[in-house]
C-alpha cells in the first residue's frame, strides 16, 4: 500500500480552527454556493458540507495541487452540534496504490503502527494517538481515535476520520467536537462523519467532474 500522506501539517490546519471556535457558527452571508460546496485541485474535486455546517472561505488553502479547508455550523443552525470539520484533498496521484473498498485489514494495520499513529497526530507524534475503532463503510474507511497532544486545546482529544478515494486523489475528512461546548459523543461523531462522506461522495459523482 502506498504511504498514506496528507497534504498539510494538521499543526496548521488547526491553527486556523480558531476562524470556527466563537460558537463554530459560520458567516451568513454570501452566494450559498460559497458555503455549502466548494470546487478545489485541477481534477475539480467538490468538498461539500453536510446539512447544517457550511465551509469557512477564509480558511480554503490551496497549495499546488491539493486543498484543506475547514467547515463549522451554519450561522443561525443551532440544532447541529458544535464541530470542527476539516477536508483535505491530495494531489494527483496520491491515491494510488490504496484500496479503500477491500483493504481494511491493510489499512487498519497502517494506522496502527508507528508511521500511522503519526500521521494522525496534530503534533506529528506516533506516541500521543491511540486508535479505538477501524472499519469500512461503503466506498471509505473510517478511524476513531484519541490524541492526547491535544489535551487542553479547544477541540476534543477524541476525533473520527474518513479515509475516501476521489479522481485517484487521497481525500481525508474528520471531526472533531469542540471541547467546553458539550462535545460529541462516539455515536454522534461517527453519524456525522459519514453524513459528510456521503455529502462529498454525492457532490462527486463517478465519470462526472464536479461543476
Known sequence: ???????????????????????????????????RQR????????????????????????????????????????????????????????AAGLDVASGGRELAAFFRSDRGRAALSRRGRAGDVTVHQALGIPGAFL???????????????????????????LVSLSVTGVAGQGGLDRAEGRALLEAFVRAVQRANPAGKPAG
Open 143 to 169: 478511524l476513531r481515535f484519541e490524541d492526547r497532544g491535544a489535551r487542553g486545546a479547544t477541540m476534543q482529544p477524541e476525533s473520527w476520520r474518513a479515509i475516501l478515494t476521489l479522481r485517484g486523489r
Open 39 to 94: 470546487v478545489v485541485t485541477a481534477a475539480k474535486v467538490a468538498v461539500a458540507a453536510p446539512t447544517g455546517y457550511c465551509i469557512e472561505p477564509a480558511s480554503v488553502v490551496e497549495r499546488a495541487d491539493s486543498a484543506v479547508l475547514l467547515l463549522g455550523r451554519c450561522a443561525g443552525d443551532a440544532t447541529q452540534d458544535p464541530a470542527v470539520l476539516t477536508a483535505s484533498v491530495g494531489a494527483a496521484g496520491s
Open 1 to 35: 500500500m502506498t504511504a498514506v500522506s496528507r497534504p498539510f501539517r494538521l499543526p496548521t490546519l488547526f491553527a486556523a480552527a480558531a476562524l470556527l471556535l466563537a460558537g463554530c457558527v459560520m458567516p451568513a452571508t454570501g452566494p450559498a454556493g460559497d458555503y
